[in-house]
């Protein structure tokens, strides 16, 4: 199994970057796609998920507004658009794939630098 990101990099605040999630090795549609980030010395928290078919999407409060997740069951894709960005959406940014039945399965990838600064 892979998870790769790539579309990281360093920003002027106010402006975008769109971050992408290759995904190999897994029945993709049927797995729910999410984007953790992780500041320096803060916990890993949830950006954003997407279910299986795209219909359902969950925002923490800190994005709302500024940033879409969306994904292509066709490439085994997941994106995350990132807009006005600010100097605290700095982090390493982690996809994630979460397959849930009997239990769960969980993925990652190895994480994309987002450094929002003048």
């Known amino acids: 199994v892979q998870l790769v990101e790539s579309g990281g990099g360093l920003v002027q605040p106010g402006g975008s970057l769109r971050l992408s999630c290759a995904a190999s090795g897994i029945t993709f549609y049927t797995y729910t796609m999410s984007w953790y980030r992780q500041a320096p010395g803060k916990e890993r928290e949830l950006v954003a998920n997407?279910?299986?078919?795209?219909?359902?999407?969950n925002y923490s409060n800190s994005v709302k507004g500024r940033f879409i997740i969306s994904r292509d069951n066709t490439k085994n894709m997941v994106y995350l658009q990132m807009n006005s960005l600010k100097p605290e959406d700095t982090a390493v940014y982690y996809c994630n794939a979460r397959w849930s039945g009997t239990g769960y399965l969980d993925y990652w990838g190895q994480g994309a630098q987002v450094t929002v600064s003048s």
């Open positions: 997407i279910s299986t078919t795209g219909d359902t999407r």
